[in-house]
């Protein structure tokens, strides 16, 4: 089965600084789809960002942006001038391209100091 | 455009009971899959139903069966509960074609305690 690792259980930013989240994932294959969802602390886990395997570029949306490394099996987060609405808790995702099942890391618990 | 829901928000059960907590998908979606986050832990994958069958299962009990109804909501059902069902239950909807295949969107859970 599919491994995803978050190694930061906490991590804080100052307000309007920038932060980033690190993500590591275990696979044998090729194609497949990376997530990073937040939950706030009213636990309604929002999708943030996606990234499909098979493309070089890395996703952007808004303040929020992927460096995936697909060799290294690594997919971090930045998020760009941090808000205070932006403390939750984040999720790193794996989905298989032929499976349907998510597999999450632990999580990485973000608080933005004002 | 009403997104995932679940209900109920809240349930408290004894060990030995059963529960069922039901989901609602986002409109357009027609896949439902449940997923259990225990506290400090990251969700994990319970099953999915599609088309009114169970589509494909993680690593849980026959304890936790699944119903998925035309309409495309869903129940999930706990037998015989233990004091480790004790968890948020969430529930998340996709769609079956395109990019829709690869996207799920959660409810607000459903937080079940077992005494």
């Known amino acids: 089965a599919q491994t995803v690792t978050q190694s930061q259980p906490e991590m804080s930013v100052q307000e309007a600084e920038t932060v980033t989240l690190s993500c590591t994932y275990d696979t044998s294959e090729s194609d497949y789809y990376l997530f990073w969802y937040k939950q706030p602390p009213s636990r309604q886990m929002i999708l943030v960002i996606r990234?499909?395997?098979?493309?070089?570029q890395n996703a952007t949306e808004n303040r929020f942006s992927v460096n995936f490394q697909k060799a290294a099996k690594s997919f971090s987060l930045k998020i760009s001038d941090s808000q205070l609405g932006d403390a939750a808790m984040y999720f790193c995702?794996?989905?298989?391209?032929?499976?349907?099942?998510?597999?999450f890391g632990t999580g990485t618990s973000l608080t933005v100091i004002p | 455009d009403a997104g995932v829901t679940q209900s109920p928000t809240h349930l408290i059960k004894t060990r030995g009971q059963q529960v069922t907590l039901r989901c609602s998908p986002k409109s357009g979606h027609d896949t439902v899959s449940w997923y259990q986050q225990a506290l400090g832990q990251g969700p994990q994958f319970i099953f999915q139903?599609?088309?009114?069958?169970?589509?494909q299962r993680g690593n849980f009990p026959d304890r936790f069966s699944g119903h998925q109804f035309p309409n495309y909501s869903s129940e999930l059902n706990v037998n015989a509960l233990w004091l480790g069902d004790s968890a948020l239950y969430l529930c998340a909807s996709g769609g079956n074609t395109g990019l829709a295949l690869s996207e799920q969107y959660f409810g607000p859970g459903t937080r079940l305690t077992v005494t």
């Open positions: 990234q499909e395997a098979y493309k070089q």
């Open positions: 139903y599609y088309e009114e069958e169970e589509r």
């Open positions: 995702a794996y989905r298989s391209n032929t499976g349907n099942q998510f597999y």
